[in-house]
């Protein structure tokens, strides 16, 4: 019985993990990288040129996903192959499960890597360098180390997931709801972060001072000089009813622009960049005296 050694697997990995994007183009997308990730298996399974020739051709068709929860198709296809070279399945069979793979595999690291664990471990880092002023390049070294040392330990799980489990195996998984329950949680966490981060680096005030003019008895020159005094500032009233609420309020305008009105990012910037461009212009500074 025939069985991909260790070694193979490991190579396989290796070269999906650090080669997957490095063939992408319009004709088959991350095709010539999945065959090349499958060339050591497809070497060690099969003993005719003709055998080989015909099980690379079908893993350099069409093929796109994200890259790292995609680790599980080359898995899966590493176990179907395993099972075609000792006679059972189909090499069509194969083809369809891979083309099955594309939408879910895709559709879950998008949202999960690329939307939220990437965006999660950036406002983490940003967090650290800001509470550093000193050492602010430790927030950047933490990103360096956790990012690649996170996407090898997922795609890697991912990938032995998909070869020891099987494609009935990963169906199984994801129709017993363990999935949406993961996807569930990190959503809420994702949120709470992406609340978080705006408190904490999106700064906007509204700079509405009412001031009165006072005078004060300087013991000093023993005379009363002028000076202001603020009763009313607009920023500190609406900070002690709802605090930051003023940045919040520019958050959900800009992504109100992004989702429902379809703005470009550089749109939004362009207009941001352009109101305080002019504010600072003009001196957007109202302030209102009275003679006390």
Not at 90 to 108: N, Y
Not at 155 to 163: A, P, T, V
Not at 223 to 229: A, K, L, Q, R, T
Not at 237 to 242: R, T
């Amino acid at each position: 019985m025939k069985s991909v050694s260790k070694k193979t697997l490991n190579k396989s990995f290796l070269n999906w993990f650090f080669w997957n994007g490095c063939s992408q183009q319009a004709e088959s997308m991350l095709g010539m990288a999945f065959g090349q990730s499958m060339a050591p298996v497809i070497e060690e399974l099969y003993d005719t040129k003709e055998d080989r020739a015909a099980a690379l051709q079908r893993h350099i068709t069409l093929f796109n996903t994200e890259s790292q929860v995609g680790s599980i198709c080359n898995g899966i296809a590493i176990g179907m192959e395993e099972q075609l070279a000792n006679g059972n399945g189909s090499a069509e069979a194969i083809q369809e499960a891979k083309v099955a793979l594309i939408g879910p595999t895709s559709a879950i690291g998008d949202s999960l890597w690329v939307a939220t664990i990437i965006p999660l471990l950036l406002t983490i880092c940003l967090s650290i360098s800001n509470a550093l002023p000193n050492a602010a390049w430790i927030g950047a070294v933490v990103y360096m180390i956790v990012y690649p040392l996170g996407t090898y330990l997922l795609s890697r799980k991912l990938f032995n997931l998909g070869y020891k489990a099987g494609l009935e195996g990963v169906q199984r998984f994801m129709a017993s709801g363990q999935l949406n329950r993961i996807m569930q949680a990190i959503t809420v966490l994702g949120l709470i972060v992406v609340g978080a981060l705006t408190a904490s680096f999106v700064t906007c005030t509204l700079n509405i001072d009412i001031k009165t003019v006072t005078q004060v008895f300087d013991e000093a020159s023993g005379s009363y000089v002028e000076g202001m005094i603020s009763v009313f500032n607009l920023d500190n009233l609406l900070n002690s009813v709802f605090p930051k609420i003023v940045p919040l309020a520019l958050t959900l305008g800009v992504y109100r622009l992004y989702t429902k009105k379809n703005w470009s990012p550089l749109a939004i910037m362009g207009v941001i960049l352009v109101l305080a461009a002019v504010l600072t212009a003009i001196g957007f500074i109202p302030v209102i005296g009275a003679l006390a």
